[in-house]
Nanobody, 118 residues
Framework: QVQLVESGGALVQPGGSLRLSCAAS????????MGWYRQAPGKQRELVAG???????TYLDSVKGRFTISRDNAKNTVFLQMNSLKPEDTAVYYC????????????WGQGTQVTVSS
């Protein structure tokens, strides 16, 4: 069974930092692209940061310079380091694992709540 388990979400003050983790099991982790998405109430889910199996990164424009995605293949874990947090970053953050072959494999975690407020 494929499982993606996020952790690290919390209530944090503006300007603070948070580190999200996503532990994967049931997949050959190193062959999958990993990503962090977020969804705020009333808004569409959006890609925050992506990291391919060969190390290519992608970031949402509004988080560039503040967020960093990384992966530790030995631990089957992807991280999202979030610095200089703003109230607009408040959302449920979801871990995603994806691989395109003859068919598409696409998995989601349950989400972790990040709230940025004074």
């Amino acid at each position: 069974q494929v499982q993606l388990v996020e952790s690290g979400g919390a209530l944090v003050q503006p300007g603070g930092s948070l580190r999200l983790s996503c532990a994967a099991s049931g997949i050959t982790f190193s062959t999958y692209s990993m990503g962090w998405y977020r969804q705020a109430p009333g808004k569409q889910r959006e890609l925050v940061a992506g990291l391919t199996s060969d190390g290519t990164t992608t970031y949402l424009d509004s988080v560039k310079g503040r967020f960093t995605i990384s992966r530790d293949n030995a631990k089957n874990t992807v991280f999202l380091q979030m610095n200089s947090l703003k109230p607009e970053d408040t959302a449920v953050y979801y871990c995603n694992s994806r691989r395109y072959t003859v068919v598409t494999y696409n998995y989601w975690g349950q989400g972790t709540q990040v709230t940025v407020s004074s």
